[in-house]
């Protein structure tokens, strides 16, 4: 009889992954290296972050957020 213990493996895996960085680089969110982010690629890595949040931190109105207007919502 053989018996494979999944779940334990499994745990150790998400364990090993747990470690999670609330500070995100730019450089990170922005997935397509536009140099520009937008709400998608902000909000799939933080979920805290509204809509109405990343509207008001569009200085410049152009629907992303450069560096700067990054920036000034992290911080
Ligand atoms: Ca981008
Ligand atoms: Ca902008």
Do not use: P, W
Request: aromatic share 8%.
């Amino acid at each position: 009889m053989k018996t494979f213990n999944i779940a334990a493996v499994a745990a150790i895996v998400l364990s090993a992954a747990s470690a999670y960085a609330a500070d995100v680089s730019f450089e990170v969110v922005d997935a397509n290296a536009d140099s520009l982010v937008s709400f998608e690629e902000l909000s799939a890595v933080n979920t805290d972050v509204t809509e109405e949040a990343f509207i008001a931190a569009d200085a410049d109105k152009d629907g992303q957020l450069n560096a700067e207007e990054f920036k000034a919502l992290m911080s």
